[in-house]
């Protein structure tokens, strides 16, 4: 009972972060256009350090999808982005810690780009768009979650396991 528990409020608690740092990036403008940095993108490394953060960032990016995106297909898409990159990087960074944050910008730099042409019909081709979602996600998942994996403080790291 008590590991269902631990799990399911590890969960919430990646989904309220996700949220809160969504929303940030929304205040800054930082998360709209064909240039993205979602601040909550680095985030999505948690997974090779509790698998609880798996459900925690796909509910945390469907809410914020939900209440920030606007577009249905990027209420689907783009969470389902989430959810295919923090499976990836479950899998992959229990192996190689240093390649977790390569899923996350994989799936999103494959699907995102045809939400921003045929959801939100912005101006540009699919190989751009890959581009600029590869930049953004490089720089929110690959930099500042890579930072954030192995500069998470100890205390709250023997918590999530």
Known sequence: MKTKTRY??????VAALYVVLTGMSALLGLDKGVIQFRISEALTVLPCLTPA???????GCL???LLYAGA????IFGSLATLLGAVG???????VKW????????????????????AYHLEGGLHYFAA??????????????SLLLYHFPKPILRQLK
């Open 132 to 145: 600029t979602v590869f930049l953004g996600e490089f720089v929110c998942c690959g930099i500042a979650g």
């Open 89 to 95: 990087t479950y899998y992959l960074g229990n192996k």
């Open 99 to 118: 390649l977790a944050a390569l899923p996350p910008i994989l799936s999103n730099t494959v699907i995102i780009p045809f939400v921003l042409r045929f």
């Open 72 to 75: 249905l297909p990027d209420l």
């Open 8 to 13: 399911l409020t590890v969960a919430a608690a």
């Open 63 to 65: 809410l914020s999808n």
């Open 53 to 59: 953060a798996i459900p925690g960032l796909f509910v």
